[in-house]
Nanobody, 127 residues
Framework: QVQLVESGGGLVQVGDSLRLSCAAS????????MGWFRQAPGKEREFVTT????????VYRDSVKGRFTISRDNAKNTVYLQMNSLKPEDTAVYYC????????????????????WGQGTQVTVSS
């Protein structure tokens, strides 16, 4: 049974940092492209960032470029999201997702491509 468990969310002030983690089990982690998505109240889920199987390729949505960094540790079956300079508009439930893919350098930005999802972790940025 595949499980993705996010952690690290919380309530922070504008300009603060948070590091989210997503621990995967029940799958061969290195075979999966990993992504982070978020959903704010009353809004649709949106893509945040993705990382290839080998960690060499990443893509970010424009609004988080230069502030967020995705990384992965295949030995620990974990993907991370380092979030710096947080803004109120970053407030959302953050979800990690896994996409089984054959190519080690590919990334996935479309939610419909992902096979497995975590339960989410709340990030609230207070002004």
């Amino acid at each position: 049974q595949v499980q993705l468990v996010e952690s690290g969310g919380g309530l922070v002030q504008v300009g603060d940092s948070l590091r989210l983690s997503c621990a995967a089990s029940g799958l061969l982690f290195s075979n999966y492209v990993m992504g982070w998505f978020r959903q704010a109240p009353g809004k649709e889920r949106e893509f945040v960032t993705t990382i290839s199987r080998n960690g060499g390729s990443t893509v970010y949505r424009d609004s988080v470029k230069g502030r967020f960094t995705i990384s992965r540790d295949n030995a620990k079956n974990t993907v991370y999201l380092q979030m710096n300079s947080l803004k109120p508009e970053d407030t959302a439930v953050y979800y990690c997702a896994a996409d089984r893919h054959f190519i080690t350098t590919t990334v996935t930005t479309e939610a419909r491509e992902y096979d497995h999802w975590g339960q989410g972790t709340q990030v609230t940025v207070s002004s």
